[in-house]
T-cell receptor, first 115, second 114 residues
């Protein structure tokens, strides 16, 4: 099946630092979704992107839909301890046909914030 | 309201037991999903229901049996599971039609098979 590769795999940062992570695919996607998952909980949708080049913000989070449609980026500004968790990119694959779609998840980026 | 509710939150069952996981949403979504997630791995799709009909089964063993009694409810019936089936089981829902594929997840059921 389609694989979405995320990098970095994990990162340790200090509180207050900015964070950048990305998600790449060998195939074109029409939608990129970014989720955050806390331990033992379900993923929470952070940002949805639907157009190549689109830049969307949600508070301290900003995500971009890559021009090539094969990648997406997530930035977190001024990180705080509650940003700790695993961040997943996801997209419908095969391409969304307008009916219920299968979501393919990326490999995840584990973020740990130190005080 | 973007809430998907799953019960129970934790479940321990023996290999000969029969149990069910339940999921409920009231967002008017007509697509509902079961995902399985092992530790440190991304969620993996198991089943998709669209308009209460099973539309995707990702070659899941028959010891997992999904059921969609109505547009708000999704069940996963478990029977004769193996220890390797221990995982976090996630339910999700989304609008079935159109370009909006945003899926909203429940908090999951942590299943341990002993």
């Amino acid at each position: 099946g389609q694989q979405l590769n995320q990098s970095p795999q994990s990162m340790f940062i200090q509180e207050g630092e900015d964070v950048s992570m990305n998600c790449t695919s060998s195939s074109i996607f029409n939608t990129w979704l970014w989720y955050k998952q806390d331990p033992g909980e379900g993923p929470v949708l952070l940002i949805a992107l639907y157009k190549a080049g689109e830049l969307t913000s949600n508070g301290r989070l900003t995500a971009q839909f890559g021009i090539t449609r094969k990648d997406s980026f997530l930035n977190i500004s001024a990180s705080i301890p509650s940003d700790v968790g695993i961040y997943f990119c996801a997209g419908p694959y095969p391409l969304n046909t307008g009916t219920a779609s299968k979501l393919t998840f990326g490999t995840g980026t584990r973020l740990q914030v130190t005080l | 309201d973007t809430e998907v509710t799953q019960t129970p939150k934790h479940l321990v069952m023996g290999m000969t037991n029969k149990k069910s996981l339940k999921c409920e949403q009231h967002m008017g979504h007509r697509a509902m999903y079961w995902y399985k997630q092992k530790a440190k791995k991304p969620p993996e799709l198991m089943f998709v229901y669209s308009y209460e009909k099973l539309s995707i089964n990702e070659s899941v063993p028959s010891r997992f049996s999904p059921e969609c009694p109505n547009s708000s409810l999704l069940n996963l019936h478990l029977h004769a599971l193996q220890p390797e089936d221990s995982a976090l089981y996630l339910c999700a829902s989304s609008q079935a039609l159109g370009g909006n594929t945003e899926a909203f997840f429940g908090q999951g059921t942590r299943l341990t098979v002993v």
